[in-house]
């Protein structure tokens, strides 16, 4: 049996007056995990949208992952089709798990000085 293992990330931290607009992706191997939990924080009055994508496709790293093909997940793992408020959802399925490559999206349409977000994926798996 193999051991337990968990990976915890801090997916982005942009302070205020850093959040800039546009479409920002981060890349997690998920082949060691079967499930992931997700918690994100978004302050301030601008507009931030958060979703979770899959690959079953194989790359080595984060460079090569960002060539594949990915379908969205966030309402399937998570329960809500994306995250625009704070909150945290944790993958009760394990489709994230089937996946080796998950990607987060962070997408900001209206910074404002005052928008600021944070996200972090935590990986869990036998």
Same mark, same amino acid.
């Given at each position: 049996m193999r051991d337990?293992?968990?990976? =915890?990330?801090?997916v982005?931290?942009?302070a205020a007056g850093a959040a800039a607009n546009g479409t920002t992706y981060y890349y997690?191997?998920?082949r060691?995990? =079967?499930?992931?939990?997700?918690?994100?924080v978004i302050a301030g009055a601008g507009t931030v949208t958060v979703t979770v994508e899959g690959a079953s496709q194989n790359a080595v790293d984060a460079t090569g992952a960002a060539s594949l093909t990915y379908a969205d997940l966030t309402n399937t793992a998570y329960g809500?089709?994306?995250?625009?408020?704070s909150g945290q959802g944790y993958d009760e399925t394990g489709i994230t798990g089937t996946c080796t490559w998950i990607r987060i999206k962070i997408v900001v349409a209206s910074s404002d000085g005052t928008t600021?977000?944070?996200a972090y994926?935590?990986?869990t798996g036998w």
């Open positions: 337990f293992e968990q990976n =915890s990330n801090i982005a931290d942009v997690y191997d998920m060691r995990f =079967s499930r992931s939990s997700l918690q994100v809500a089709a994306n995250f625009t408020a600021a977000y944070s994926l935590n990986q």
